[in-house]
């Protein structure tokens, strides 16, 4: 009994650390605009979501924020106070709402990346035209904004961000062309910024939204070339100490299926769960098929091979098994 109960233990130890996640991308442009989700496991796109299609959303060329809280993938828009709760996985609307915002501010002001952090929903808020002073704004779940932050110091436009993400207390943040740090000052709505030297992304590409990897600690970074009109994720290493990041290719998004000619404003992550095969969040006997199905398959980035050892076999199976009912 106990060889069982160890080799039980030993899968699903293999399927918690294989569990490593979806990042959902916006995709801005010159149309109504859809979000897709990369699988980190798959290395492509396998869903795309065209929010518009649901009931209460207006259409917009920039659905972003693509905040996880555990619960809900929020959704809004670059030109729309809209805040909608969507299924973390399979990216069905689940309810509409808004922020409780003036609707003047998006006179002023863009909605871009979102991040969540200290138990508050927090969106980049670009300033519109120059001169540009970056803001952040923290809110509830339900819209109520609750922190304000406008950038304080001088240069990068002064730090008018448009991705965001928190990074063990520290609040990171992306312009077109630099990362940075942001410093959110004690008892006043300013925050100061670091500027840091990021290498390894090629010239001419522009920086987009980053996401958070909670498992693993990775920190990614979406970005475009306006010129070719690709897109890359980039895994970012980051020094505070020394205030510099190096960026590692993660994958090229078009060649995984993400439009050419779009560009990924906001990023987010969403944990993967272990035998759920198909993505959609809840381990049951679709799932089982799949692997049934594809047994003895073998080769790189299948949706099947859950422990990643190239095959599709009994661990893949029992992966799955002992996982069974999970987030149904």
């Known amino acids: 009994m106990r060889k069982v109960i ?4 030993w899968l699903l130890l293999i399927g918690a650390l294989q569990a490593d996640g979806y990042l959902w991308l916006s995709a801005a442009g010159t149309d109504t605009a859809r979000i897709y ?10 869903r795309v979501v065209e929010p518009a299609q649901f009931a209460g959303i207006e259409p917009s060329t920039d659905y972003n924020h693509l905040a996880f809280d555990g619960v809900y993938l929020y959704i809004g828009a670059y030109d729309q106070l809209l805040l909608a709760k969507a299924h973390p996985y399979t990216g069905a609307i689940l309810s509409v709402g808004a922020y409780q915002n003036c609707a003047c501010f998006l006179q002023g002001r863009f909605l871009m990346d979102g991040a969540f952090g200290h138990s508050m929903l927090w969106r980049a808020a670009p300033q519109r035209v120059m001169p540009a002073f970056g803001m952040v704004l923290a809110h509830d779940s ?18 008018n961000v448009i991705g965001l993400e928190w990074v063990d207390g520290n609040l990171y943040g992306t312009t077109r062309d630099a990362l940075l740090r942001l410093s959110l000052q004690e008892n006043q709505p300013y925050y100061e910024f670091t500027v840091y030297s990021l290498q390894g992304i090629p010239p001419g590409h522009e920086l987009g939204g980053l996401a958070l990897d909670a498992s693993e600690g990775h920190l990614y970074l979406a970005t475009a070339s306006p010129a070719t009109g690709e897109a890359s994720l980039w895994r970012l290493q980051v020094d505070d100490e020394n205030a510099q990041a190096v960026a590692t290719l993660v994958a090229s998004l078009t060649d995984a299926g993400y439009p050419v000619g779009r560009f990924p404003t906001a990023l987010g992550w969403v944990p993967a769960r272990p035998g759920d095969v198909n993505g959609d969040g809840c381990v049951d006997d679709a799932d089982l098929l799949q692997v049934l199905f594809a047994f003895g398959q073998s080769g790189s980035n299948l949706p099947e091979d859950m422990n990643r050892d190239g095959v599709v076999d009994d661990a893949d199976l029992l992966i799955v098994l002992f996982n069974f009912g999970s987030g149904c």
């Open 142 to 159: 339900e819209g109520e904004m609750l922190e304000a932050y406008i950038a304080s110091g001088m240069g990068i436009d002064v730090a």
């Open 37 to 46: 989700r990369y699988n980190l496991r798959t290395a492509r796109i396998d």
């Open 6 to 9: 160890g080799f039980v233990g």
